[in-house]
């Protein structure tokens, strides 16, 4: 799934294992994934279309835009 989600353009993941995070989801049976993009066109339909063949085994149910604050956060823990 890193490697499929990497594929989009603009996707940031220097190290596929750090920078996109697989977690659990909030339910049960989901996962969580989080990444950076420097590419805010970034839509549902490519993320499936990244998975490829396997895109029949995921439902991807939304993208969501971090928050900016929420980068800002992040950045300064980074920097710490």
Do not use: H
Request: proline letters at 1%; hydrophobic letters at 30%; charged letters at 45%.
């Amino acid at each position: 799934m890193r490697a499929a989600f990497k594929k989009l353009k603009g996707v940031v993941a220097a190290d596929v294992e750090k920078d996109i995070k697989i977690e659990k989801g909030s339910k049960p049976n989901t996962q969580k994934v989080t990444f950076k993009s420097t590419n805010a066109d970034i839509t549902k339909e490519k993320a499936i279309k990244s998975l490829g063949s396997k895109s029949s085994r995921y439902v991807v149910k939304e993208l969501k835009k971090a928050d900016d604050k929420e980068d800002e956060k992040e950045e300064e823990k980074e920097a710490a």
